[in-house]
């Protein structure tokens, strides 16, 4: 496929990914209108209630709904950008590594906090997406995603604190939805295929030299720039 072609469709799955997002803000927020209304009934009825049964598809709505107008608030930043830096190398790789975060950071809060606990809200997916984005670089080895990696770690180093266990927080959520963006980046990770074997080339002279491992990275690294249009 020519690099014209490839940047073409980083940047069409960059554009699905963003509209993905607004979407699915803009829904939690209609849904936040709607459970305000109603005294934040819904978070109650369709939370995940700890080792109750009938709780169980609260695993599915939970990370729709949010206990205040401060919760979904401090969720909504993070979610956004977290959630299109996952998504932006494809939308349906993204829908796939979603439900994984969803189910693990459910089912693990589920079995793990307090009895009759009623857990919402999407800092689980938030958890799972940082996660996600910590290691998917490493795993489909693209150095683009190793250092977007990096950065959002650094600049979003805060949000560890958030998988120790603390008083009043659904940390249980929180650190299952994390192992389940790292179990994303590894179940999802690109499979290359092999390079077909043969004689290695041989290069004659000075001039024709091979580039080296240190020009390679360096070669590959101005081509996902260049592809993502940067």
Known sequence: MSDGRTAEIMIAEAR??????????????IVQIVNWAAGYGLSYSYGIRSWQLDGLPGIVSAPFLHWSWGHIEGNSGPLFIF???????????????????????????????????VGAGASGLVFGYFGYILVRGAFDRHLID?????????CFAYQFT???????????????????????????RERRV????????????RDSASPGPAGDSRSALLKEIEDLGL
């Not at 190398?89 to 079995?111: D, E, N, Q, Y």
């Not at 190793?146 to 650094?154: F, S």
């Open 16 to 29: 699905k990914a963003f509209w993905v997002m607004v979407g699915f803000l803009g829904l939690i927020w």
């Open 83 to 117: 959630g299109f830096l996952a998504a932006y190398r494809g939308v349906k790789k993204f829908f796939g590594v979603t439900a994984l975060i969803a189910v693990t950071s459910g089912l693990g809060a589920w079995f793990t906090a307090a009895p009759s606990t």
């Open 146 to 154: 190793i250092v977007i990696g990096v950065v959002m770690g650094l």
């Open 162 to 188: 958030g998988l120790l266990p603390a008083e009043g927080i659904g940390w249980q959520a929180h650190l299952f939805g994390f192992l389940g963006g790292i179990a994303g980046g590894y179940l999802f």
């Open 194 to 205: 092999a390079a077909s074997s043969g004689p290695p080339a041989v290069s004659r002279g």
